[in-house]
């Protein structure tokens, strides 16, 4: 048995590729034989389209017949993982395990995010299935009204069936690998709310990833509260922010970077995890930043400008305490020109607070890092040719530093978090300054 790999491009969804397991029992971690179609192949391997019209950075469009180790790593954002796995793996009567990976891929991949989803998956939904309005009534999904936001922000029970039974749960990129709830949502001209690929795209008004707290906790709503927050001063201090985010009561409505609709019309963009792009391919993986900026630096149009975006946001993980850093929570965003970018940051939130005490996930090598503080002087050092732009603009990023306190205040972060996030921030404002030095 073989998958069929689509790709949204000029305007329309074109089969591209096959993956095929080999150990269909071990998952992901097993062989598998991955290939372009001819007829795809035909189209865009050539030289200026290669690339562009892959489905990974690490797989230009080709000829060649792959057979690997394991499934492709791009695979692994596309899946059904955490709490979107656990509601797939209900609906579909599976145990959890590795035999369950490619079911999952069967069923749970006809709307992930970005620009490639699987055609088995989208072959494999009902429109006629019966779902819950809200008044009650049962109705074929395709003729379902959608919901109103009142509906989503209770997580009403007609709402919660009608998302169980179109298996919206956001996959790939997440925090503590999809843990929170997350839901696909797309709203129509109406106002409604809808399941992502229940419209037609010339019905869609905007696309939207709604986020709830990970448990009951207080100090689950505290971080997610705070994540709009936090999204507030990473745009304050210059960080590639898309837009700001909504809070209503224990809900975090995010606009979606990865869709924007234009003329009435959808336009999908790439969206691939950096663990993806460096080759990592499973879940869970403690990485360090040097492999994840060695894929920026390879694959980006603006590897300099990346280069430089993801060791600020490293620093102000670090002084904020966004623990949660793993390189799923971090993606490049590529576009039909060819063009590849770091995607506008995500899952930014103080998750030193997370009840389950999460650690820094992903951290420099060596003696760069130590107890969770990079020495940000060695972690220039690592990039010898760009020493100098680094040098210079985290040195006015040290200047910035010095007003996070009051920024934060300013953007409605918490008082407590201000305060106890202060002393990191002095001393990262310190050691940056002290650059000039060098």
């Not at 790709?7 to 150990?23: E, K, Q, S, V």
Request: aromatic content about 8%; overall charge negative.
């Amino acid at each position: 048995m073989a998958a069929t790999l689509e790709i949204y491009r000029g305007g329309r969804w074109l089969p591209a590729a096959t993956l095929a397991p080999l150990d269909e029992g071990a998952g992901l971690s097993g062989a598998s034989l991955f290939d372009y179609l001819v007829e795809y192949a035909v189209d865009f391997a050539g030289p200026e389209t290669a690339e562009a019209a892959g489905l990974s950075c690490r797989f230009p469009t080709d000829f060649q017949q792959y057979r690997l180790d394991h499934w492709p790593p791009f695979v692994l954002d596309l899946l059904p993982s955490g709490y979107g796995r656990r509601q797939w793996l209900e609906q579909l009567g599976l145990p959890d395990g590795p035999p369950a990976d490619w079911p999952l891929l069967l069923r749970g991949t006809a709307c992930p995010p970005g620009n490639v989803r699987v055609a088995e998956a989208v072959a494999a939904k009902d429109a006629n299935t019966p779902v819950p309005t809200e008044t009650g009534d049962a109705v074929p999904m395709k003729e379902h009204p959608g919901f109103q936001r009142s509906a989503l922000i209770v997580r009403s029970e007609a709402f919660v069936e009608y998302a169980f039974q179109h298996g919206i749960h956001a996959a790939g990129a997440s925090d503590v690998q999809g843990i929170a709830p997350k839901l696909l949502l797309n709203q129509d001209h109406r106002g409604a709310w809808h399941a992502e690929g229940r419209l037609a795209d010339r019905e869609v008004h905007s696309h939207w990833l709604v986020k709830r707290p990970r448990g009951d906790r207080a100090a689950d709503r505290k971080v997610l509260r705070n994540e709009a927050a936090y999204m507030r001063v990473a745009d304050r201090l210059g960080l590639n922010v898309f837009a700001e985010l909504g809070w209503e009561a224990d809900n975090l409505f995010v606009p979606r970077f990865d869709r924007r609709v234009r003329n009435g019309a959808v336009e999908r963009y790439g969206m691939e995890s950096l663990y993806s792009a460096a080759g990592v391919a499973e879940y869970g993986a403690r990485t360090t930043h040097e492999l994840l900026c060695d894929a920026i630096l390879e694959f980006s149009s603006q590897p300099d400008a990346d280069l430089l975006e993801y060791i600020k946001r490293d620093i102000v993980n670090v002084v904020m305490g966004n623990k949660d850093n793993h390189g799923r929570n971090t993606a490049l965003l590529r576009y039909e020109d060819g063009k590849v970018e770091l995607s506008p940051l995500f899952d930014f939130a103080p998750m030193y607070l997370d009840p389950e005490g999460i650690a820094r996930v992903c951290r420099w090598s060596g003696d760069i890092e130590s107890a969770g503080d990079p020495e940000w002087g060695k972690v220039i050092e690592r990039f010898q040719d760009r020493k100098t732009l680094l040098r210079a603009e985290l040195r006015n990023f040290g200047r910035e530093l010095g007003q996070l306190p009051e920024i934060m205040r300013d953007c409605g972060v918490d008082d407590d978090i201000v305060e106890f996030r202060s002393r990191s921030i002095d001393s990262h404002e310190r050691q940056l300054l002290a650059l000039q030095e060098t």
